[in-house]
């Protein structure tokens, strides 16, 4: 059973940076395919960055292209997200998924992760 536990978040201003990690603990994480996903109040939960279990291939929303960046340290099990010039529309709750991949791929849709961390708002003040 793998756990993601998230860490980072919370309130920042306008234009300002933020980062987010998140650990996979109690699997074989070499194996793991990870992602970041946001949900707002009253919206659906969008991908936001993902990363391939080697980390060579990646994937950012075109609403955060530029502003974001994702990448992993595969030998702590941990997963970042490195945010800047922050806008108010960047509020939500945000969460680090994973999955378990055998290919080099990174994966957007969130049905298909199986683990999930336990979400962090994150909240942009104007």
């Known amino acids: 059973q793998v756990q993601m536990v998230e860490s980072g978040g919370g309130l920042v201003e306008s234009g300002g940076s933020l980062g987010r990690s998140c650990a996979a603990a109690g699997g074989a994480s070499s194996n793991l395919s990870l992602g970041w996903f946001r949900q707002a109040p009253g919206k659906e939960r969008d991908v936001v960055a993902a990363?391939?279990?080697?980390?060579?291939?990646?994937y950012c929303a075109d609403f955060v292209k530029g502003r974001l960046s994702i990448s992993r340290d595969s030998a702590k099990n941990t997963v970042y997200l490195q945010m800047k010039n922050l806008e108010p529309e960047d509020t939500a709750v945000y969460y680090c998924?994973?999955?378990?991949?055998?290919?080099?791929?990174?994966?957007?849709?969130?049905?298909?992760?199986?683990?999930w961390g336990q979400g962090t708002q994150v909240t942009v003040s104007s």
């Open positions: 998924a994973a999955r378990f991949s055998y290919t080099s791929s990174y994966y957007t849709t969130g049905s298909t992760y199986v683990y």
């Open positions: 990363i391939s279990r080697s980390g060579g291939s990646t």
